[in-house]
Every structure is written in C-alpha cells, then in structure tokens.
C-alpha cells in the first residue's frame, strides 16, 4: 500500500514538474501572439508612440512596485549605463517601432516580421567577424525565401506609402531587438534582471513621452477612447506581467529546444485571429510562406543555441 502511494506521488510529481512548465508555455505562445491584435486595436485610435509609451509606464510601475517592496538593491555603477542602453533598444526602438509598425500593416504580418530577428543576428555576428555555420545560412535562405512569399499577396500594397513605411518600422524593429539580445548577451548585469527590466520600461516611457511632447504627437489623455485603453490594459496585464511570469518559469523548467516554441506559435495566432477579428488577408501563399519562414527561423534559432 505504501509501495502504491509513493507511485502515486512520485507522478503527481511529475505532472507538476512538466505539466505546469508546459501550461505556462501554451500561455505564453497564444497570448504573446494576442497583443500583436491588441496594439493593432490601440493604434487605431491614438499615437502609436504615445500608447507605447503609456504601456511601459504602467508595467515599469508594477514591477517596480514589486521589488521596491522585496527591498530588491538597485543597480549601480555601470550597471546604470547596460539599463539605459537596453531601454533604447530593447524599449524606445523594438517595442516603439513595431507597436507605430502595425498602424500601416496588418498584425499577423507585424507578427511575422517580428520573428525575424534572429536573422539579423546572423548576418551581425557575420560583420563581426564570426562564420554562420552551414545551417544558420540554410535556415537564413529559407526565411527568406518564406518573406518572399507571404510578399507574394501584398505586392499591391507596397505601391502604397504607409504600407512601405510600416514595413520599415517593423523592419527597424527586429534590427533593434537583435542588438538589444547581442548586448544583453554579452553585458548581462549581476543585479536583478527582472528589476532591470523594468527600470528599462521607465527610462523609455519617459524618453517616448519626451519625444511625443516635443514633437506635438501626441494627444491628451482625456481623448483617449474607452478602445485604446482596454488595449492598454491588455497589453499591461496580459503583455507585460502575466505572460512574462509565466515565460519565466517555463525558461527555468523547460530545455530551451522545447521553451522555445513560443516564438512560432506567437506569429500563427497572430494571423489567425487577425483574419478572424480584423478581416485581415489570410491567404494560400501567406499560409506557406509563414510556415517556411518558421522553419528558416527554426534553423537559425538551433544553431544559435547550440553556439
């Protein structure tokens, strides 16, 4: 009898060691993959800039919050200089970028072209004087070779200026994110990153509302639509606490081959959803080329693990 319950705990504990992992990484590739939609919503009543800039404040102050309250220590020195870095590239520029992104384009392309990033790593790491592997060049031409396609449908929109202009911001966007991961890599700070994360979001906040004040973009916050504020909120709870605890603890109890997943699952729901809520295109060549994109990205994503 004694025998059955140790057995019977013993897989207890199993489940919890591998089913909760695994609950918060399906959390984290469907609602990552939401707030591609939920920018979209918001942009489409206000600044783009300005509600990215809105977002981070209220998530720098929840987690500020937080570690003020656990008396966590604050940076110093140098440190100090990795945060205002990151801030730019990871805050003002990724996240600024592709949030103003998305009010040209569709989300699920948004999503897609957000992937990429890894991409960019490779060809950075090329300039720096580092060889790609056989693989990461394979997967780069395969990625490619997937953007051409899902472009396929949307060769009619790029006669158009905001389309072109809005697949430049995203473009931007991934570029940014590639140094921000490179830097991060290769400065990573001994204090608390979490903390960082959200002194990062503060420092942004401030430098994007400086920015949209002097340059007369944005609008005052009793104009703001009941719309854009639930997309804000969204983006806060859904986008910046909740589904970054959960990506977290999925990181510290998953292989990274399996946590990993959530960066293809991320821009599929995007385009699903957003041919559901927003009527966007979801066509034969978009389905095809996104899923060779992914695969591209996949070997890129291996080898730069393995590395």
């Known amino acids: 009898m004694a025998k059955i319950t140790n057995l019977h705990q013993s ?10 992992p695994m609950l918060a990484l399906i959390w984290v590739s469907f609602f990552w993959g939401t707030t591609w939609l939920a920018s979209k919503e918001g942009v489409k009543h206000m600044p783009a800039l ?25 940076p110093k020195g140098k440190q100090w ?29 948004g999503a897609i072209i957000g992937a990429v990033f890894p ?46 202009f809005g697949i430049v911001l995203s473009v931007l966007a991934t570029l940014t994110w ?7 890599k ?7 990153p979490y903390f960082s994360l959200g002194l990062q979001m503060l420092l942004s906040s401030i430098l994007l509302f400086a920015y949209t004040g002097a340059t007369g973009t944005s609008i005052n916050v009793m ?26 603890y999925a990181l510290q109890n998953l292989p990274a081959e ?29 389905g095809i080329g996104g899923t060779v994109t992914l695969f591209g990205l996949y070997l890129v994503n291996r080898n730069i693990r393995k590395k």
């Open 11 to 20: 897989a207890k504990s199993r489940l919890a060691a591998i089913g909760l």
């Open 81 to 109: 200089k990795t945060i205002v870095i990151l801030s730019i590239l990871n805050f003002v520029l990724s996240n600024g970028l592709s949030t103003w992104g998305v009010k040209y384009i569709s989300s699920g392309l």
């Open 186 to 192: 290769k400065k990573a700070a001994s204090f608390n």
């Open 119 to 164: 991409l960019w790593i490779v060809i950075i790491s090329f300039f720096q004087g580092e060889k790609p592997s056989k693989w990461s060049v394979v997967g780069l031409l395969i990625s490619f070779g997937g953007v051409c396609l899902i472009f396929y449908d949307y060769l009619a929109d790029l006669l158009k200026p905001d389309f072109r």
């Open 50 to 74: 300005q509600l990215a800039a809105i977002r981070q404040f209220l998530g720098a102050a929840i987690y500020i919050s937080f570690f003020l309250y656990k008396k966590t220590p604050w």
């Open 178 to 184: 590639a140094f921000g991961s490179m830097y991060t």
């Open 223 to 248: 104009e703001i639509p009941a719309a854009s504020w639930w997309s804000i909120a969204y983006l806060v709870i859904f986008g910046s606490v909740f589904t970054f605890i959960a990506f977290i």
């Open 258 to 286: 399996v946590s990993s997943i959530y960066a293809y699952i991320n821009p599929i729901v995007a385009v699903i959803l957003g041919s559901f809520i927003f009527d966007e295109p979801l066509t034969f060549m978009i």
